[in-house]
């Protein structure tokens, strides 16, 4: 008889657990409205950005999708990004899993892919000390040498190789942030055998790309892990799509060998006494690895020049589209120069607070008419499940700051498809007074949002001052003379920021002085950056 209740409570209770399960699994959420069902054909058929901007008209400001069983949310106005992303950031930090960007090439070691918690804190905590306000003061110095390096080489070959010229400027900054050397370095470890330039552009596009595979993964059923992740965890052996996988291994030990290559180096340097000051030895002093081992530290240096490049880059190349494109523009950023800066020496960063109308120039390229270096931001994702304007939000959900929708809010931005510095100059400017960021009264909306923004900004934008005041001040730059157009519509996906499609300029001397001074000055900033070699 005992035995008889026994089994009618075990089965009855075993039906309650599955009741209870039915329960949960069909509980409805009450999401965002959005497309309904599964949207991951319409992203292999359109740009992510144009897909937004079209469901944000259908939708609203906050519209939800679905790709498989993932849910995504998209944030395109600035309560709600403010509201979420930084206010409520012990929610909303977290990143969406990257199998193969994160888990695969990186082992998991790589922060700005990493999810929210103790590692990427400590993570930051390093990328905060190298790249803070104070810290980016430091970076000056070799950005304004580095600055003068790039007028000697767009006078030598007379503009044609801009965007090479560009990316060994912003390669040599970042390189400095994380290592205390410069483009040079590369060269250096080639010659070892240890590594090589070509090798080292690589691994960056690499990663971005992988950041694409990522989403590639999504719409094909034969990439197992992406799509069921608890895959990885059969034995090596027993995973069947692991060949797939190889590339991605060797690319992680190449990686891995490279960035302890540098970080090595500025030990070596620390110890003697002659490192530049950087995120390195910033590691290096007491407490200041934060607990990290050497491998995650070496991963975490890397991240200026996984960031910091592309996007950098971006910025500057699009200052030149724009200059070209806006004469008049151009004219009065060229006169202003003139008038503050004269003609017997090249503009430094004493020069920024006198420069408004440049500054306001910079402003406006980032917010930009054509499309954000990073235009949906990097998603961030819930580590909690929270309520927000009436909608369930599940843990798990990814979200993204629209950035691209952001920047042309009609009642921020008046008229937000003209392009228009004068826009930033007003005293109150509305971007100031309505964001409540963390940068209050700045215009960090292209950097993204909460805990995490990019830790970059200052060295960014310092980086794009100093190249676009000395190149406006030496030259005279125009489209091409071979008639090409400059065509600001087309861009090149990079995975994380969008550069101009490739595209031709003329670049001529101003004055008779910016020839004498780009020749003495740069003659000195090659001497001087021998500092920063090793
Ligand atoms: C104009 C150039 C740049 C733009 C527009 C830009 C934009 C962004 C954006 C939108 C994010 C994502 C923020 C978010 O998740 O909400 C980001 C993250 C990041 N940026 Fe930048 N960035 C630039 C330059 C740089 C530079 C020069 C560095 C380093 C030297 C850098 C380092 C990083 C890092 C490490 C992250 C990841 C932060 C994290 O996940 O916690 N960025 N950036």
Same mark, same amino acid.
């Given at each position: 008889?005992?035995?008889?209740?026994?089994?009618?409570?075990? @089965? %009855?209770?075993?039906? !309650? =657990?599955?009741?209870?399960?039915? $329960?949960?699994?069909?509980? &409805?959420?009450?999401?965002? *409205?959005?497309?309904?069902?599964?949207?991951?054909?319409?992203?292999?058929?359109?740009?992510?950005?144009?897909?937004?901007?079209?469901?944000?008209?259908?939708?609203?400001?906050?519209?939800?999708?679905?790709?498989?069983?993932?849910?995504?949310?998209?944030?395109?106005?600035?309560?709600?990004?403010?509201?979420?992303?930084?206010?409520?950031?012990?929610?909303? @930090? %977290?990143?969406?899993? !990257? =199998?193969?960007?994160?888990?695969? $090439?990186?082992?998991?070691? &790589?922060?700005?892919?990493? *999810?929210?918690?103790?590692?990427?804190?400590?993570?930051?905590?390093?990328?905060?000390?190298?790249?803070?306000?104070?810290?980016?003061?430091?970076?000056?110095?070799?950005?304004?040498?580095?600055?003068?390096?790039?007028?000697?080489?767009?006078?030598?070959?007379?503009?044609?190789?801009?965007?090479?010229?560009?990316?060994?400027?912003?390669?040599?900054?970042?390189?400095?942030?994380?290592?205390?050397?410069?483009?040079?370095?590369?060269?250096?470890?080639?010659?070892?055998?240890?590594?090589?330039?070509?090798?080292?552009?690589?691994?960056?596009?690499?990663?971005?790309?992988?950041?694409?595979?990522?989403?590639?993964?999504?719409?094909?059923?034969?990439?197992?892990?992406?799509?069921?992740?608890?895959?990885?965890?059969?034995?090596?052996?027993?995973?069947?799509?692991?060949?797939?996988?190889?590339?991605?291994?060797?690319?992680?030990?190449?990686?891995?060998?490279?960035?302890?290559?540098?970080?090595?180096?500025?030990?070596?340097?620390?110890?003697?006494?002659?490192?530049?000051?950087?995120?390195?030895?910033?590691?290096?002093?007491?407490?200041?690895?934060?607990?990290?081992?050497?491998?995650?530290?070496?991963?975490?240096?890397?991240?200026?020049?996984?960031?910091?490049?592309?996007?950098?880059?971006?910025?500057?190349?699009?200052?030149?589209?724009?200059?070209?494109?806006?004469?008049?523009?151009?004219?009065?950023?060229?006169?202003?120069?003139?008038?503050?800066?004269?003609?017997?020496?090249?503009?430094?960063?004493?020069?920024?607070?006198?420069?408004?109308?440049?500054?306001?120039?910079?402003?406006?390229?980032?917010?930009?008419?054509?499309?954000?270096?990073?235009?949906?931001?990097?998603?961030?994702?819930?580590?909690?499940?929270?309520?927000?304007?009436?909608?369930?939000?599940?843990?798990?959900?990814?979200?993204?700051?629209?950035?691209?929708?952001?920047?042309?809010?009609?009642?921020?931005?008046?008229?937000?498809?003209?392009?228009?510095?004068?826009?930033?100059?007003?005293?109150?400017?509305?971007?100031?007074?309505?964001?409540?960021?963390?940068?209050?009264?700045?215009?960090?909306?292209?950097?993204?949002?909460?805990?995490?923004?990019?830790?970059?900004?200052?060295?960014?934008?310092?980086?794009?001052?100093?190249?676009?005041?000395?190149?406006?001040?030496?030259?005279?730059?125009?489209?091409?003379?071979?008639?090409?157009?400059?065509?600001?519509?087309?861009?090149?996906?990079?995975?994380?920021?969008?550069?101009?499609?490739?595209?031709?300029?003329?670049?001529?001397?101003?004055?008779?002085?910016?020839?004498?001074?780009?020749?003495?000055?740069?003659?000195?900033?090659?001497?001087?950056?021998?500092?920063?070699?090793?």
């Amino acid at each position: 008889m005992i035995m008889v209740f026994d089994n009618i409570s075990t @089965s %009855s209770a075993g039906v !309650l =657990v599955i009741l209870v399960l039915l $329960l949960i699994s069909s509980r &409805r959420y009450r999401l965002p *409205p959005g497309p309904p069902g599964n949207v991951a054909v319409e992203f292999t058929e359109s740009p992510m950005p144009v897909l937004f901007d079209k469901w944000r008209k259908q939708y609203g400001p906050i519209f939800s999708f679905k790709i498989g069983t993932k849910l995504a949310i998209v944030l395109n106005n600035i309560k709600a990004t403010s509201d979420l992303l930084d206010k409520k950031g012990d929610i909303y @930090s %977290s990143r969406p899993r !990257l =199998v193969v960007a994160h888990d695969i $090439l990186s082992g998991g070691k &790589r922060g700005l892919s990493a *999810p929210y918690g103790d590692h990427w804190r400590r993570w930051r905590k390093l990328q905060h000390m190298g790249m803070n306000e104070r810290a980016a003061v430091y970076y000056r110095e070799q950005q304004t040498l580095e600055a003068a390096i790039v007028l000697r080489d767009l006078l030598a070959d007379g503009g044609n190789s801009h965007d090479e010229i560009l990316w060994r400027f912003v390669t040599s900054v970042v390189l400095g942030v994380s290592y205390g050397c410069h483009w040079l370095q590369i060269r250096i470890l080639m010659s070892y055998g240890k590594s090589d330039a070509n090798h080292h552009r690589r691994t960056v596009p690499g990663q971005c790309r992988s950041l694409n595979i990522d989403r590639s993964l999504l719409y094909y059923h034969h990439q197992r892990p992406r799509k069921w992740p608890s895959l990885l965890w059969l034995p090596k052996p027993l995973q069947w799509f692991r060949p797939a996988l190889t590339m991605f291994e060797e690319i992680r030990a190449n990686d891995t060998e490279t960035y302890l290559d540098f970080f090595n180096g500025v030990k070596r340097r620390f110890e003697a006494g002659i490192a530049k000051e950087c995120m390195g030895t910033y590691s290096l002093s007491k407490g200041g690895n934060q607990g990290m081992t050497d491998v995650e530290v070496a991963y975490a240096l890397s991240a200026p020049f996984s960031a910091g490049v592309d996007t950098t880059l971006s910025t500057i190349q699009w200052c030149l589209v724009a200059v070209v494109t806006y004469p008049d523009i151009t004219t009065r950023i060229q006169e202003e120069l003139d008038n503050v800066v004269g003609r017997d020496r090249l503009p430094t960063f004493d020069d920024e607070g006198s420069l408004p109308y440049l500054a306001a120039f910079i402003k406006e390229v980032t917010r930009r008419l054509w499309r954000p270096a990073v235009p949906l931001a990097i998603p961030h994702a819930t580590s909690k499940s929270d309520v927000y304007a009436g909608y369930d939000i599940p843990a798990g959900t990814t979200v993204y700051g629209n950035i691209n929708a952001l920047v042309k809010i009609p009642s921020l931005f008046e008229d937000p498809e003209t392009f228009n510095p004068s826009r930033f100059l007003k005293p109150h400017s509305p971007v100031g007074g309505n964001w409540k960021g963390k940068v209050e009264g700045e215009f960090t909306i292209p950097f993204g949002f909460g805990r995490r923004v990019c830790p970059g900004i200052h060295v960014a934008l310092q980086s794009t001052f100093i190249s676009v005041a000395r190149i406006l001040w030496a030259f005279d730059i125009r489209p091409a003379a071979d008639g090409s157009r400059v065509d600001a519509t087309k861009t090149v996906n990079l995975g994380l920021a969008r550069i101009p499609a490739p595209f031709y300029i003329s670049v001529s001397v101003r004055h008779e002085h910016a020839l004498r001074l780009i020749e003495n000055e740069s003659r000195d900033a090659e001497l001087r950056l021998r500092e920063w070699e090793f």
